[in-house]
């Protein structure tokens, strides 16, 4: 097979989301959660990509744990706002719906805010946010998730990786998009490093000893049994201010359940009190500012813009290239990759020929 190889983006979003309708995805919900993936890919961010698209999505469908139906329920509809409840149905269905619907109240009411409860893995948060900023509107998501982080001072997973991330609208080619967790570290590039063979940067996952950990596989292990934790930003302890991604990921952690009223911590951990898998239960939210409802989108874009190209054109440090603004580099390298493809590594390219004989569905790849 090779190690790595570069599929067409148009074979693999068709291969995608025949294989979403396959396990019982609506045709329409499919091509959604087929192109949050691909839009990981595009980016860079293969941990979120096709990466996932077996060991999160359809393995857990086949579990029973995420349905492939998503029966949307609007709790709470106003002028500004929304809340709605996903039903354990797929949360990047859910998340697409909610971004529509907020992104034409922000255009009326220059703001909008929404939460989801009882939702699923919603594929990269960038996704989200990116909708609002090319519309000229600005995007903010954060999610709640599996239990990962160890606040400040202990060992033990309390919080998920709680990305909390913004899409500002510029007048360059590509948005300022600040997607990351906050964590040093999260648990999907955990599980690429294990799928890739490769150990976790040390200092990034500890213990309930208090101990360094960076063997992948096991780390992974540790995590659902409660016995391993992430580090925040920052690291543990306050010497180098980790109670600061401690706080952020709290502030998501809050966000994502008590606007919804949904569950958080402990009560998302995949698992029930028997040790069974167990629906998740996540929650989202998510903010869409119209900077018309300001200064103007244009006095907005270009500001963002001059901030951005003042930061890059900065002194640089001594043996860097070139400095970067946050979004850059997913940009560059969807340039890179417009051409050449996905790059699937031989563990996903194994996982895409098993989905394929399993649905049986009429592909055939190159790398095989």
């Given at each position: 097979?090779?190690?790595?190889?570069?599929?067409?983006?148009?074979?693999?979003?068709?291969?995608?989301?025949?294989?979403?309708?396959?396990?019982?995805?609506?045709?329409?919900?499919?091509?959604?959660?087929?192109?949050?993936?691909?839009?990981?890919?595009?980016?860079?961010?293969?941990?979120?990509?096709?990466?996932?698209?077996?060991?999160?999505?359809?393995?857990?469908?086949?579990?029973?744990?995420?349905?492939?139906?998503?029966?949307?329920?609007?709790?709470?509809?106003?002028?500004?706002?929304?809340?709605?409840?996903?039903?354990?149905?797929?949360?990047?269905?859910?998340?697409?719906?909610?971004?529509?619907?907020?992104?034409?109240?922000?255009?009326?009411?220059?703001?909008?805010?929404?939460?989801?409860?009882?939702?699923?893995?919603?594929?990269?948060?960038?996704?989200?946010?990116?909708?609002?900023?090319?519309?000229?509107?600005?995007?903010?998501?954060?999610?709640?998730?599996?239990?990962?982080?160890?606040?400040?001072?202990?060992?033990?997973?309390?919080?998920?990786?709680?990305?909390?991330?913004?899409?500002?609208?510029?007048?360059?080619?590509?948005?300022?998009?600040?997607?990351?967790?906050?964590?040093?570290?999260?648990?999907?590039?955990?599980?690429?490093?294990?799928?890739?063979?490769?150990?976790?940067?040390?200092?990034?996952?500890?213990?309930?000893?208090?101990?360094?950990?960076?063997?992948?596989?096991?780390?992974?292990?540790?995590?659902?049994?409660?016995?391993?934790?992430?580090?925040?930003?920052?690291?543990?302890?306050?010497?180098?201010?980790?109670?600061?991604?401690?706080?952020?990921?709290?502030?998501?952690?809050?966000l994502s359940a008590a606007l919804t009223g949904g569950r958080f911590m402990k009560a998302l951990s995949g698992v029930d009190e028997n040790g069974k898998p167990?629906?998740?239960?996540?929650?989202?939210?998510?903010?869409?500012?119209?900077?018309?409802?300001?200064?103007g989108r244009e006095v907005f874009r270009q500001t963002a813009g001059e901030i951005c190209r003042a930061l890059r054109a900065s002194k640089k440090a001594p043996?860097?290239?070139?400095?970067?603004?946050?979004?850059?580099?997913?940009?560059?390298?969807?340039?890179?990759?417009?051409?050449?493809?996905?790059?699937?590594?031989?563990?996903?390219?194994?996982?895409?020929?098993?989905?394929?004989?399993?649905?049986?569905?009429?592909?055939?790849?190159?790398?095989?």
């Amino acid at each position: 097979m090779g190690d790595r190889f570069y599929c067409s983006w148009d074979l693999m979003n068709s291969f995608l989301t025949d294989a979403f309708r396959g396990y019982g995805v609506p045709e329409e919900d499919a091509k959604i959660c087929a192109d949050v993936l691909l839009e990981s890919d595009r980016r860079g961010i293969e941990s979120h990509g096709c990466n996932r698209f077996k060991p999160i999505y359809i393995d857990r469908i086949k579990k029973g744990t995420l349905l492939p139906v998503t029966e949307i329920e609007i709790i709470k509809d106003t002028p500004t706002t929304v809340v709605m409840d996903a039903h354990d149905g797929m949360g990047m269905v859910a998340s697409y719906k909610m971004m529509e619907m907020l992104i034409d109240k922000a255009k009326k009411y220059g703001m909008a805010g929404g939460a989801i409860r009882n939702s699923t893995h919603y594929g990269i948060a960038g996704y989200w946010a990116t909708m609002a900023s090319k519309e000229g509107l600005i995007g903010i998501t954060g999610t709640n998730a599996r239990p990962s982080i160890a606040p400040t001072f202990g060992v033990e997973n309390m919080m998920g990786t709680n990305p909390l991330t913004f899409a500002l609208p510029t007048d360059e080619e590509f948005p300022f998009c600040l997607d990351c967790a906050t964590s040093i570290v999260q648990r999907g590039r955990i599980e690429y490093y294990a799928r890739e063979g490769k150990p976790t940067p040390a200092g990034t996952v500890i213990s309930e000893k208090g101990e360094a950990m960076t063997d992948s596989e096991e780390i992974l292990k540790a995590l659902v049994d409660g016995t391993a934790a992430l580090a925040p930003l920052g690291g543990m302890g306050e010497e180098l201010a980790g109670y600061k991604g401690y706080g952020y990921a709290a502030v998501v952690e809050i966000l994502s359940a008590a606007l919804t009223g949904g569950r958080f911590m402990k009560a998302l951990s995949g698992v029930d009190e028997n040790g069974k898998p167990s629906m998740y239960h996540l929650g989202h939210f998510f903010f869409v500012v119209d900077p018309d409802a300001f200064c103007g989108r244009e006095v907005f874009r270009q500001t963002a813009g001059e901030i951005c190209r003042a930061l890059r054109a900065s002194k640089k440090a001594p043996g860097s290239e070139r400095i970067y603004t946050a979004g850059e580099k997913e940009y560059l390298v969807w340039l890179e990759r417009k051409e050449k493809g996905v790059p699937l590594s031989s563990s996903v390219q194994k996982d895409m020929i098993g989905v394929r004989d399993d649905l049986k569905l009429p592909y055939h790849f190159d790398f095989e």
